[in-house]
């Protein structure tokens, strides 16, 4: 009965998130639902201090990742650097190369720190001119805009400023740099996979005969590209957000070093507050460079956003706000629910996978896939078993960093499902449904997923990290 109440709470937020109810109001709602029906005199303190405390924290750490990246895209959006950057990227691709293009273009802004959301609506309108012209079916694009901006980018290669990648850094110690061999690998693979799987998809329809369609709706309006900024002002706060993003993750534990500390006031008698360095190095770095990159996109385009500022800056803010309190209102479920009796039979059932890494990529793509989310699933797992999941490390002789590799890469894999947010936004902006384009979108799901097979099958045999 008591694993039954666990999962009848996780069924209940899948469904209220698939539904399109709110994550923040019924993240407590399903968690408090399950204590009453385990142990009703535990509701209040498990709210106040489990819930609360888990959600609190995850906002401390991860909020400004949030907020800095938010702006920074809204701000490559409004200076018409993004559009600039796709302009660019079709003329040295090709046109008739249009999916490379897309996907090309899509990888470039996410890992230069642009948000996920903010991609789907930059580039649609060019992906949809491009598919036009080349007569490819419209259907592709969602599954194009996916490979691009959903997969390697997000959490395989290392360095990428996501918050997927960022995540594992304050579980595991280590820097959003963490495993580059594998992350590149994994990276690779998805990359050549869902390209052949996307052209293979595109020659099947040449094939038959269809073409990009008729009848469809939300198709914009064509762009300009005699206004648009010169494409290397346009890439420049991309490359000093990769840039600043590595050299911060080098710098700072040497000028900072173990740990810092400091009374934060000289009246009373107020306790030094002490902050390990090394659990928020990599928070610090990726802040850092988004805030070097938002400085760029000021200097080199004031004129284009300073009419726009106020607004866009409140809506990337309000955008910052929904999307972080999402994900800790599930990071706060997934406290509580490990803290039930019933989580003991599921941690149980995984402890039975002898691999480490396999045990985590497992559980992490699962409670992912559960939760629609990436980023949330990843939380609630590694909030509930990094303990674990480091212990077995520890005695298979298994660095941190493919700990995290593989966490971050598993969190990536089975999230989009069809109640995904980033899914339905995307199948929303390029007017489709999922039944003409959820698909492919699902085929991208399962190469990612096999990715991360991929990496952990090349650190056993090769002893890369």
Known sequence: MAFLIVLAALCFLMFAAYRGYSVI?????????????????????????????????????????????????????????????????????????????????????????????????????????????????????????????????????????????????????????????????????????????????????????????????NEPEPFDAARLPHPLIAVLPLVLVGVCNKLFTDWIPHIYGETQSFVPSVVGSAKPVVQEVSKVAAIWAVEGALLVGILCVLVFAWRAVFGRLAAGSQAAVGGALLASMNTASEYGFGA????????????????????????????????????????????????????TFIHNANAAGIPMEVLHRVAAMASGGMDTLPHNGAVITLLAVTGLTHRQAYKDIFAITVIKTLAVAVVIAAYYLLGVV
Not at 107 to 127: C, D, H, K, N
């Open 336 to 387: 509580v629910i490990a803290a039930l009796p019933g989580f003991k039979l599921v941690a149980d059932a995984l402890h039975t996978i002898p691999n480490p890494l396999v045990n985590e990529a497992v559980t992490v793509t699962a409670l992912a896939g559960i939760t629609g989310s990436a980023s949330g699933g990843m939380s609630i797992a590694l909030g509930a078993m990094a303990d």
């Open 25 to 217: 109001l019924f993240a407590p709602i399903a968690a408090l639902g399950a204590v009453l029906l385990t142990e009703p005199a535990l509701v209040a303190p498990m709210f106040t201090g489990l819930f609360m405390d888990k959600m609190v924290g995850f906002l401390k750490l991860y909020f400004p990742v949030f907020m800095l990246g938010a702006v920074f895209g809204k701000l490559i959006e409004l200076s018409g650097f993004s559009k600039s950057i796709v302009a660019a990227t079709i003329g040295l691709v090709g046109r008739s190369r249009a999916i490379l293009s897309i996907v090309l273009v899509c990888a470039l802004l996410t890992y230069g720190g642009v948000s996920l959301f903010v991609v789907v609506f930059a580039v649609y309108p060019f992906a949809a001119e491009l598919f036009r012209a080349s007569d490819i079916p419209k259907r592709l694009i969602p599954g194009t805009i996916a490979l691009g901006a959903f997969t390697f980018t997000m959490d395989s290669l290392p360095g990428t400023p996501q918050i997927q990648n960022i995540i594992p850094t304050a579980f595991f110690g280590t820097n959003t740099w963490a495993a580059p061999w594998l992350g590149t690998i994994g990276g690779i693979f998805i990359l050549i996979v869902g390209l052949s799987y996307l052209d293979w998809r595109r020659r099947k329809a040449a094939a038959a005969g269809e073409g990009y369609g008729s009848n469809l709706v």
